[in-house]
């Protein structure tokens, strides 16, 4: 990654993440052979993510976060933890947030 970033340095304006994204992408599926993922931001992030094998890696260079995966192959839908929630979720929540409500109005009444 650090070459890579290197290398991209010399030919790109650093300013465009965009365009300095998409060369690493690049770098990482010739040198790798296979299919990438990157993401270049200012600021640094979480990610919830599934790769391929263990190609993965997330650094911090000269201000720029960086972090490039390998695109998933063969996913099993059921084994992926959704990152939305649900109609039951959302159900639950609103179920909760009555729950709340209640006992809110009833501490009320008490004092």
């Known amino acids: 990654?650090?070459?890579?970033?290197?290398e991209v340095?010399?030919?790109t304006n650093l300013c465009n993440v965009h365009r300095f994204a998409t060369k690493l992408q690049k770098h990482s599926e010739?040198?790798?052979?296979?299919?990438?993922?990157?993401?270049?931001?200012?600021?640094d992030f979480s990610q919830k993510i599934h790769f391929k094998?263990?190609?993965v890696c997330k650094v911090e260079i000269e201000g720029r976060f960086i972090?490039?995966?390998?695109t998933p192959e063969d996913v099993v839908p059921e084994k992926i933890i959704p990152t939305v929630p649900s109609r039951e979720i959302q159900k639950d929540s609103v179920v909760l947030k009555d729950e709340v409500k209640s006992?809110?109005?009833?501490?009320?009444k008490e004092l």
């Open 53 to 55: 094998r263990d190609l």
């Open 67 to 70: 972090l490039a995966y390998a």
């Open 30 to 43: 010739k040198i790798f052979k296979t299919q990438f993922e990157t993401i270049v931001s200012y600021e």
């Open 103 to 108: 006992k809110i109005r009833q501490i009320e």
């Open 9 to 11: 340095r010399v030919k």
């Open 1 to 6: 990654m650090t070459t890579s970033f290197e």
